[in-house]
């Protein structure tokens, strides 16, 4: 097969919705669709929810929550689908929208009875903001939910895109019976069987079909009546602007009955963008650009606590990345080989000698890489558009055992580098503090301090509105902030100036008084803004 087929035929994603939506469940049925597991029934189904590859951690086990982002590569009928999954808790959405970098489409998980919640909102601020494209799976239909119309008015309303229903629901909750596919005028009937993949089709001579009336007799009014209503509301589906991240195709189903989900799969792989081009410092890098690059996007500690090593999660932009070839790591200026490349198959990992764009391979690593670090065949080019927040919550560290000083602090780097939280050290000082973005980060780097490296730690409170990234090009530009808010100013591990403002008044003042110093609240992953001599 050659290069360009090899590119054409990938299809990377994530899945994304508001925990409980049914994200989990979907990507259980969308491997059971394609083949790549085979579940015999739903008990099974739920026992390999819970031993899912998104379970690497041992605290996910004890909480439940799904901590970690993994990959799932399948092949569907002559696609390769690399599918990424993401932790559904906020706290750690920025886990999330870092994956979200490193895919070319999602699927967005609406559950009907709740429709557009608050971290689908957030989510999908997110794929706006780099015009990913989405398909829309409004799920649980086999409950009383809100009314499709007005959940499509909601969809439009709340997430800024317009949507285009392509498959329509005739009742809904214990009055279910199917949904019609309003291009190819089939009928899907619903049956309440969480173990069949087959669905029960009918085709009709479009709507005005009398077959119609003897199926699904008064009904018949309804379906044909929603049908033609859509039509008139909605412009015609175009591919083009669903493409460019403006126009959402909606389908409406049951993931956990296996219903509408083959709709579903056959749409996303007929429409859904092969591998995209990503930014970079030198410009474009397209997907058929002949020589190997691509960007870590995620840093995950091995399965096994005993061993330290991590995976950095690579995507791949453009060329063809061969096991045991050197590459080089623009950051450290260095060449490296991988001996052990892996691809993801649920828990399973395998060695893979070759891999090509819109490829996920896991590479072990030892402490050399970090979120944002790019690997080329020897261009010198760091890719662009991976995002680092400035935390809204911070803790001061408080080392419990003076004997693991050098643990704790390895930990720390180790944990920073993954991307669990940030570190700030006190300008001149030896104050430590830990931002994170959600709460629950706190717990889990105090779990995983003292199991993989035997460090006891406390977070003490510290009271502070957000921290923002000083960037001047002469140090006279900041003579203010440092002569009144000296014992505010940090460094990160980049040795970027931070100031962590107390609050809203704090950093007002602070752009007012230092006018010609920018003070950020997002910088690129890796980014070196100017650092105070
Ligand atoms: P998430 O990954 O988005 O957080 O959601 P997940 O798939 O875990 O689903 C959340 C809950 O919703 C699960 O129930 C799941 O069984 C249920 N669910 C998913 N799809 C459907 C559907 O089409 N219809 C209905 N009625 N329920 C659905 P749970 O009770 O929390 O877990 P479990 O005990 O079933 O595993």
């Not at 909605?234 to 009955?257: C, Q, R, T």
Request: glycine share 6%; aromatic share 10%; with cysteine.
């Amino acid at each position: 097969m050659n290069y360009e087929s090899e590119i054409t035929k990938r299809k990377t994603f994530a899945i994304i919705s508001h925990p409980d939506a049914g994200k989990t469940t979907l990507t259980e049925k969308l491997l059971l669709y394609s083949g790549a597991i085979n579940i015999a029934g739903a008990v099974k189904s739920n026992k390999i929810k819970k031993t899912a590859a998104s379970d690497f951690l041992e605290i996910e086990k004890q909480r439940g929550i799904s901590v970690a982002t993994s990959v799932l590569s399948f092949d569907y009928k002559e696609h390769k689908i690399n599918l990424l999954d993401t932790p559904g808790h906020k706290d750690f959405a920025e886990d999330t929208y870092r994956t979200l970098t490193a895919v070319d489409s999602v699927i967005l998980v609406i559950d009907c009875v709740k429709g557009v919640e608050e971290q689908t909102e957030k989510l999908m601020g997110v794929c706006r903001m780099r015009n990913t494209p989405v398909i829309i799976f409004i799920n649980k239909l086999d409950r009383e939910g809100r009314e499709p119309i007005e959940l499509l008015d909601e969809l439009e309303s709340k997430l800024s895109i317009r949507v285009r229903p392509l498959t329509w629901p005739l009742g809904m909750g214990y009055k279910f019976r199917g949904v019609y596919n309003i291009h190819k005028s089939t009928f899907a009937f619903y049956q309440t069987n969480k173990t069949k993949i087959e669905e029960d089709v009918q085709l009709f001579n479009g709507l005005e079909d009398p077959a119609l009336d003897d199926v699904f007799r008064d009904e018949a009014k309804v379906l044909r009546h929603d049908v033609e209503l859509i039509d008139a509301i909605y412009d015609d589906f175009d591919k083009k602007a669903y493409l460019e991240g403006k126009l959402a195709p909606v389908f409406f189903g049951s993931a956990l009955n296996n219903f509408g989900i083959n709709e579903l799969l056959e749409t996303f792989v007929e429409i859904a963008p092969a591998p995209s081009k990503r930014e970079s410092t030198t410009g474009i890098i397209q997907p058929d650009h002949s020589e190997f690059s691509g960007f870590v996007f995620k840093i995950h500690a091995n399965l096994d606590p005993r061993h330290r090593d991590r995976i950095a999660f690579l995507r791949i932009v453009s060329g063809k990345f061969e096991r045991n070839k050197f590459y080089h790591h623009v950051r450290l200026n260095r060449d490296l080989k991988f001996s052990n490349p892996a691809t993801f198959m649920a828990a399973n990992k395998t060695v893979v000698e070759d891999a090509f764009p819109g490829d996920v391979i896991g590479l072990y690593d030892s402490g050399t890489f970090m979120i944002g670090d790019t690997l080329t065949e020897g261009e010198n080019f760091i890719f662009k558009g991976i995002p680092r927040f400035a935390p809204e919550i911070f803790r001061v560290v408080r080392n419990q055992d003076p004997f693991k000083t050098k643990q704790l602090e390895k930990g720390i780097q180790y944990l920073t580098d993954e991307g669990l939280a940030q570190l700030f050290t006190q300008d001149g000082g030896n104050k430590k503090v830990i931002g994170v973005v959600g709460e629950l980060q706190f717990d889990v780097l105090k779990y995983r301090l003292l199991h993989e490296y035997g460090a006891s730690v406390e977070f003490a409170g510290m009271s502070a509105y957000k921290a923002f990234w000083v960037k001047f090009s002469d140090e006279s530009e900041i003579d203010e902030l440092k002569r009144i808010r000296n014992n505010y100013l940090y460094f990160d591990k980049n040795e970027n100036l931070v100031f962590i403002a107390e609050s809203e008044y704090s950093i007002t003042m602070a752009r007012q008084k230092n006018p010609k110093a920018e003070f950020l609240s997002a910088i690129e992953q890796n980014e070196r803004v100017l650092k105070l001599q």
